[in-house]
C-alpha cells in the first residue's frame, strides 16, 4: 500500500515535515487540490514574499522588453 499526503501546506515545506515523512517511508509520496491551493494562497500570508518577488521580477522583465 502506498500513503499519499493530500493535506499540504507550505509550512510542511518549509520546517521540513513533508521531507521527513517522505525519508522515514510514512508517505510515498504528496498531492494537492488546485482549488484548495489557490485558497491558501489567496487566505494566508506564508505565500506573501514568494509572490511579491515574482511580481517584481514580472514587472522588471515587462520594462525591460
Same mark, same amino acid.
Given at each position: 500500500?502506498?500513503?499519499?499526503?493530500?493535506?499540504?501546506?507550505?509550512?510542511?515545506?518549509?520546517?521540513g515535515s513533508l521531507a521527513?515523512? =517522505?525519508? @522515514?517511508?510514512?508517505? %510515498?509520496? !504528496?498531492?494537492?487540490?488546485?482549488?484548495?491551493? =489557490?485558497? @491558501?494562497?489567496?487566505? %494566508?500570508? !506564508?505565500?506573501?514574499?514568494?509572490l511579491s518577488e515574482l511580481?517584481?521580477?514580472?514587472?522588471?522583465?515587462?520594462?525591460?522588453?
Amino acid at each position: 500500500m502506498a500513503v499519499w499526503l493530500d493535506d499540504l501546506d507550505r509550512g510542511a515545506l518549509v520546517d521540513g515535515s513533508l521531507a521527513r515523512l =517522505a525519508q @522515514s517511508g510514512q508517505i %510515498s509520496g !504528496a498531492t494537492g487540490n488546485p482549488t484548495i491551493f =489557490a485558497w @491558501s494562497i489567496a487566505s %494566508s500570508a !506564508a505565500y506573501d514574499g514568494q509572490l511579491s518577488e515574482l511580481r517584481l521580477r514580472q514587472m522588471d522583465r515587462t520594462r525591460r522588453g
